[in-house]
């Protein structure tokens, strides 16, 4: 597999310095992307990242994923307007080994001469004192070589427009000869000649490069994938409630499967091709398919079905689409009843909440109580409304039909604590029981 036409079909290629193709055809090649330990999770930002290392290695080279626990103590000026706050050794180290277990999902660390490795730059900055970097490292570059990259450019001049909480500390300032010296160092101690990452990484890559030129007089390469942004231009990987995170502590597999199932197809179509390892066949026609049949969405479905089966696993999938599908009146009581807690109110987040205590559910009378006077008349204003509609056969309990506005309450409660009740064919409510 040519790595740069790979890369190129996909859409997800923005940038490669000269002889980086002709590096790539000659020999193995070792590149690497770094990291940042900021959470001890990954989001699907940094996936896409993730999957030029994949590529990577599908093309017969060999991947290195770089945790930066020395740079994530300082933080990156890269797309960033203010200095992050920095994080002691202890919260780094298990961050770190919270996204070493992601990389680990998604790189082949067991395959032979191209097995993938994980490195941590503190295990080479922590003995480095600040007067041997200066001298050993620093010489070598210039300050105005320095300045002229883009990202450092634009908080300086925030800073020389009187906004000094936007501008650029001499740390920040910094990070591109830190994370150059990574190069250098990765280029001698595992024969590095490539680095990667997203467009807004460009200027540190080829700082590395530059770096190994003036210490070594080596040659290294730069290649750097697109930003992946939504259809109005914003970062991707985020949603109204932040970050869709790998792990599902952060970002349940429900949310996370809803995340690319509500996608626009124009995302769909362009997304399909970076988080996917489908071939250009199989993605062709899915999105002919789709074309057909819009109102289907043949490609968010695929989309969402591999990156959830990757990210998380074939039962968190199969769940997530039984989960999607209760609103649809699709599921039983059992189907509600197996899913945990965070599924649940995930699932229901959108409809009306109301809870009720647990004394006032055990001594109501009658379901027709429950739904009306017990509720506080959010379910329905008035005894009389709720016995027409049940006798109607149009409420459920727990995608349970109630029988009759007299049956008992008696109904098991999801969790231990929670009722859903369906009024009609579309609206939902989640009574609480505390």
């Not at 940094?46 to 080279?61: S, W």
């Not at 990574?182 to 700082?207: E, P, V």
């Not at 945990?340 to 055990?362: A, H, M, R, Y």
């Not at 429950?370 to 009389?384: A, C, M, N, R, Y």
Request: net charge negative; charged share 25%.
């Amino acid at each position: 597999m040519n790595l740069i036409n790979e890369l190129r079909w996909r859409g997800m290629l923005h940038d490669f310095m000269p002889g980086t193709e002709e590096q790539l055809a000659a020999e193995m090649t070792t590149g690497y992307i770094g990291f940042d330990p900021t959470a001890s999770s990954l989001h699907i930002g940094n996936l896409a990242t993730i999957m030029l290392l994949v590529h990577l290695q599908r093309a017969g080279h060999k991947p290195v994923a770089l945790v930066g626990g020395a740079t994530g103590m300082i933080g990156d000026p890269s797309g960033k307007s203010a200095e992050r706050n920095l994080l002691d050794e202890e919260t780094l180290r298990a961050n770190q080994e919270g996204i070493k277990a992601q990389l680990e999902k998604f790189l082949d660390f067991n395959c032979g001469a191209n097995s993938a490795e994980i490195v941590n730059n503190y295990d080479w900055f922590k003995d480095f004192s600040f007067l041997g970097f200066l001298r050993e490292v620093g010489k070598h570059i210039t300050v105005n070589y320095m300045m002229a990259k883009d990202s450092v450019k634009k908080r300086i001049s925030a800073d020389e427009e009187g906004d000094r909480a936007e501008g650029l500390s001499y740390t920040e300032f910094a990070y591109q000869l830190i994370q150059g010296y990574d190069f250098f160092h990765l280029y001698k101690a595992k024969g590095a000649k490539l680095q990667m990452g997203a467009s807004d990484q460009w200027g540190n890559i080829t700082t590395g490069t530059e770096l190994i030129r003036r210490m070594d007089g080596g040659k290294a390469y730069a290649l750097v994938g697109k930003l992946v942004t939504k259809s109005d231009g914003t970062k991707f990987g985020k949603s109204e409630g932040g970050n869709v995170w790998l792990d599902p502590n952060f970002t349940s597999p429900y949310k996370f499967y809803q995340f690319w199932l509500n996608l626009s197809d124009e995302e769909a179509e362009k997304l399909i091709k970076v988080y996917t390892l489908l071939p250009e066949d199989e993605i062709a026609r899915l999105t002919e398919e789709h074309k057909q049949a819009p109102h289907l969405r043949v490609l968010q479905k695929a989309l969402a079905k591999d990156v959830t089966i990757r990210v998380h696993s074939e039962e968190d999938y199969n769940s997530a689409v039984e989960a999607s599908e209760i609103l649809f009146g699709k599921g039983d009581f059992n189907t509600l009843k197996g899913l945990n807690e965070d599924t649940l109110l995930s699932i229901f987040e959108g409809v009306p909440q109301i809870e009720i205590t647990k004394e006032s559910f055990e001594t109501a009378g009658t379901v027709t109580d429950l739904l009306s006077e017990v509720t506080g008349g959010q379910i329905f204003d008035s005894k009389g409304e709720a016995k027409r509609m049940i006798k109607n056969g149009g409420v459920s309990i727990n995608r349970q039909k109630v029988a009759g506005p007299d049956e008992a309450v008696n109904f098991e409660l999801l969790q231990q604590k929670h009722l859903v009740v369906q009024k009609g064919k579309k609206n939902y409510y989640l009574v609480t029981v505390k």
